[in-house]
């Protein structure tokens, strides 16, 4: 028995309904491959992979796969938002006070929405999203010492 092949990155543009372009297979490449990076980030990600690329393409091909749901924007807050490549799972984030790194969290219950809103107001609620502050193992070493 085999295992199921893992689809390439243009398949799944092609699959997602997008056209298949070298930048947006970098862009979705560097997303993957980073951690939480920031629009300038990918940037430079794609530039090494591809040359030349705008901030203004950055943008609107992150909205492309956004929306897609290849990719996944938070916003912490008083930060640039961020992507990352870990969709459809539903986690959550912890993020740093001081140097602003982030971190997965998987969800406390382990399916969607995870959390049970106190009042729904009449929606279909299908997702939750959280992101716990704190500081880092590394901030909180220099912050005691």
Do not use: K
């Amino acid at each position: 028995m085999t295992s199921p092949r893992t689809p390439t990155v243009a398949e799944e543009l092609r699959g997602a309904g997008l056209r298949v372009t070298a930048a947006r297979a970098a862009l979705l490449e560097t997303v993957r491959d980073g951690d939480h990076l920031d629009v300038e980030a990918i940037a430079s990600g794609v530039r090494e992979r591809v040359g030349h690329i705008s901030v203004q393409a950055v943008y609107e091909a992150l909205n492309a796969l956004t929306a897609a749901g290849l990719v996944r924007r938070i916003e912490p807050a008083g930060s640039p938002a961020r992507f990352e490549g870990r969709v459809g799972d539903n986690h959550h984030h912890v993020v740093c006070r001081s140097c602003g790194v982030v971190a997965d969290v998987d969800c406390a219950v382990g399916e969607a929405p995870c959390l049970t809103a106190a009042q729904s107001h009449g929606f279909s609620i299908d997702e939750a999203e959280v992101i716990y502050w704190g500081l880092c193992p590394d901030c909180s070493t220099a912050r005691s010492s």
